[in-house]
């Protein structure tokens, strides 16, 4: 591989800032769209009369979809170029988001969310490479990434609050029509706001690639949200074992194509390759602690879901404040110390969670965790800076491909791995009081909501004995996890800083990096 300059590239202009609006409105989209529909889903299971599993699938089918393509249109828009994929992704994004809303039975809107999953695959790498290609200098590509991953986590937070809204005044279908306006502005702006950037010497996608990209990522992320859900099951892992058996086919593959869907060698860079794994290990925490505070606050704390929806607004505005100072912590230390020193205070975030579960209740614990957030908003905003510039522009859109797809993978396993971790915990401490039928006190052992359904057909002496051991159950396996997750991240922390201890920051980006850290040299042009 040959070396490749560190000198700053051309500072972006005005045209640049204002484009970066418009990349923007998806990243928010995406994330009002999951937040609302956790609001909507008992609306539209009545309107639809949805089943239990046809519940599961409406809101699982979107991120299996989005997991599975975000390799293969990351790499499509290094093809036929990322605005032209921006653009395709938005017109299917805004025709399945009204198929969706007029949706007349479950299986139907399963089917939208197929396709609004597949669309959903579009946007993310879409408007990150664009970012990549706009932002050539490493400090206003760091403050672009900053806003840009900041514009998600408003949409988390205002998310509640916008679907609260509609569907006390409209119907379930409306939480879904928030994506066409969106779109039809993305659309109108982006023609002339946005360049377009496609690598002129490509070929043709390989077909066989993109399907054992698929067999590779969904039948992994499908076996982690089932094991997540049911347990530990024979099913889940062969599928997971399945994926990752097509994954090792899918990756000979590449090394034999002279133009493959994912190019192996960003791995030899060590930026990439670090930065990857440091953000999936962060995925994996975070993800699931949050599930489990989530539960907490609502059937523990016993907040309703606007309301535990409502506490964690100081949290996501922390984890904002942290991801924008993050590039002017980098401007001024190394990477190394940024992404340490972050992840050592989200470890120190999730101690003062698991203190908080046993002993010091609720503010404490949000405190904690809103400390964790902020931990882990800094090395994630700084690692996503780190994959993008270490990937040559024609390689932009496979790298935010596989960026995206990291911390899908991460979510997914973080859900799975974790809430084991506490269901185990619990199944082992939560005591059912002599006299609760035996069909009842198994679900009450199974999960802390199983044990709140129970108790409701309870005489109270009953009811309050089970809540209590199952609350006080639920809050130790809580604090397990938590410190698991600290330990995770503490070894990330170490990781992290040994293996980026050669990166200059963004302050002395005309020092000469590492010879172990080159990356290809870049041979296409502007469209």
Request: hydrophobic share 55%; net charge neutral.
């Amino acid at each position: 591989m040959t070396s490749q300059s560190t000198a700053p590239g051309p500072r972006a202009s005005r045209r640049e800032w204002t484009g970066l609006a418009v990349l923007a409105l998806p990243t928010l989209l995406l994330s009002l769209d999951m937040s609302v529909l956790y609001l909507a889903l008992p609306h539209l299971s009545e309107g639809l009369d949805a089943s239990a599993t046809q519940q599961l699938w409406i809101m699982d089918i979107y991120s299996f979809m989005i997991a599975g393509f975000l390799v293969t249109m990351g790499t499509l828009g290094d093809r036929i170029g990322r605005r032209r994929l921006l653009m395709i992704g938005g017109t299917a994004f805004a025709v399945a988001s009204v198929l969706a809303a007029y949706s007349t039975s479950a299986e139907m809107l399963i089917a939208t969310r197929a396709l609004l999953g597949v669309a959903g695959a579009t946007l993310m790498p879409s408007t990150l490479s664009l970012i990549g290609t706009m932002f050539r200098d490493q400090h206003q590509r760091g403050v672009a990434i900053a806003v840009w991953m900041t514009c998600f986590m408003v949409g988390m937070t205002v998310g509640p609050l916008v679907g609260g809204v509609l569907l006390q005044n409209f119907w379930w279908g409306s939480a879904f029509l928030l994506g066409v306006p969106v779109m039809v502005l993305l659309l109108a702006m982006a023609p002339a706001l946005l360049p377009e950037f496609r690598d002129e010497q490509a070929g043709r996608i390989d077909l066989a690639s993109v399907a054992l990209a698929l067999a590779t990522v969904l039948p992994v992320v499908y076996g982690l949200k089932e094991l997540a859900h049911g347990g530990w099951h024979a099913g889940p892992a062969l599928a997971v074992v399945a994926g990752l058996a097509f994954g090792v086919f899918f990756c000979r593959r590449q090394t034999r194509l002279d133009d493959p869907l994912l190019d192996l060698e960003l791995f030899r860079s060590r930026r990439f390759s670090t930065a990857l794994c440091m953000n999936f290990g962060g995925a994996i925490v975070m993800a699931g602690t949050f599930l489990l505070i989530s539960q907490y606050l609502q059937l523990v704390a016993g907040l309703s879901p606007l309301r535990a929806g409502l506490a964690t607004i100081p949290v996501n505005v922390a984890m904002a404040i942290s991801s924008m100072l993050t590039p002017q912590l980098a401007r001024r230390f190394r990477p190394a110390v940024v992404s340490a020193g972050g992840f050592a205070i989200a470890a120190l975030g999730l101690l003062v969670v698991a203190l908080a579960a046993g002993r010091y209740g609720l503010v404490t614990l949000l405190v904690g965790f809103a400390l964790a957030s902020v931990g882990i908003a800094a090395p994630s905003a700084l690692g996503v800076n780190l994959i993008v510039g270490a990937a040559p522009p024609t390689k932009a859109g496979a790298a935010s491909g596989m960026s995206e797809t990291s911390g899908e993978l991460g979510v997914a396993l973080g859900v799975a791995t974790l809430g084991s971790i506490a269901a185990a915990f619990y199944g082992a401490q939560v005591s059912v009081p002599a006299g609760v039928p035996a069909v009842a006190a198994d679900a009450a052992r199974e999960s802390l909501p199983g044990a709140v359904v129970t108790a409701g057909g309870l005489p109270e002496p009953l009811a309050a004995a089970l809540l209590g051991s199952a609350r006080d159950a639920f809050t130790g396996g809580l604090a397990i996890t938590a410190v698991v997750g600290a330990v995770v991240l503490t070894a990330v922390a170490v990781v992290s800083g040994v293996m980026f201890r050669h990166l200059r920051s963004y302050g002395d980006e005309t020092a000469a990096e590492s010879a172990e850290d080159t990356e290809p040299v870049d041979t296409a042009t502007p469209a």
